[in-house]
């Protein structure tokens, strides 16, 4: 099982299993949202529990996405495609440590920020 939490400890979550190898997006979106890119790991919706979901602010951020932050103290939390996944994509940064898993790939790569290099080696889909 994995904990994690926003930054004020009003919203938390459990995992209930492994996490799977988590993906670093560098679309602009993501990377708006997150303020760099976003590394977020994607969880069966089974085996995530969300406790202070009343302080969840959920921004529909596309025609097919919403995003999830704490509306209290901001921190993002959440990328979730409601109605064509079972999953839900949990910010890595928001799990308490360890995770026990490594980073696996990087996506939308083509649109990546100026100011920094992918140089770990990792597998990089350009969108």
Same mark, same amino acid.
């Given at each position: 099982?994995?904990?994690?939490?926003?930054?004020?400890?009003?919203?938390?979550?459990?995992?209930?299993?492994?996490?799977?190898?988590? %993906?670093?997006?560098?679309?602009?979106?993501?990377?708006?949202?997150?303020?760099?890119?976003?590394?977020?790991?994607?969880?069966?919706?089974?085996?995530?529990?969300?406790?202070?979901?009343?302080?969840?602010?959920?921004?529909?951020?596309?025609?097919?996405?919403?995003?999830?932050?704490?509306?209290?103290?901001?921190?993002?939390?959440?990328?979730?495609?409601?109605?064509?996944? %079972?999953?839900?994509?949990?910010?890595?940064?928001?799990?308490?440590?360890?995770?026990?898993?490594?980073?696996?790939?990087?996506?939308?790569?083509? %649109?990546?920020?100026?100011?920094?290099?992918?140089?770990?080696?990792?597998?990089?889909?350009?969108?």
């Amino acid at each position: 099982m994995h904990k994690g939490s926003c930054l004020c400890g009003a919203v938390t979550f459990t995992v209930d299993g492994d996490l799977p190898p988590p %993906d670093a997006c560098h679309c602009g979106a993501c990377r708006k949202h997150s303020g760099h890119f976003f590394a977020s790991t994607d969880i069966k919706r089974e085996a995530l529990t969300i406790a202070g979901e009343a302080h969840v602010q959920w921004y529909q951020s596309s025609e097919k996405v919403r995003r999830g932050f704490c509306k209290t103290c901001g921190t993002t939390l959440f990328w979730d495609p409601p109605a064509s996944r %079972d999953w839900t994509a949990v910010a890595m940064g928001a799990f308490d440590t360890p995770t026990q898993t490594q980073l696996g790939m990087h996506i939308f790569v083509a %649109d990546k920020g100026d100011y920094y290099e992918i140089a770990d080696g990792l597998p990089q889909n350009q969108q």
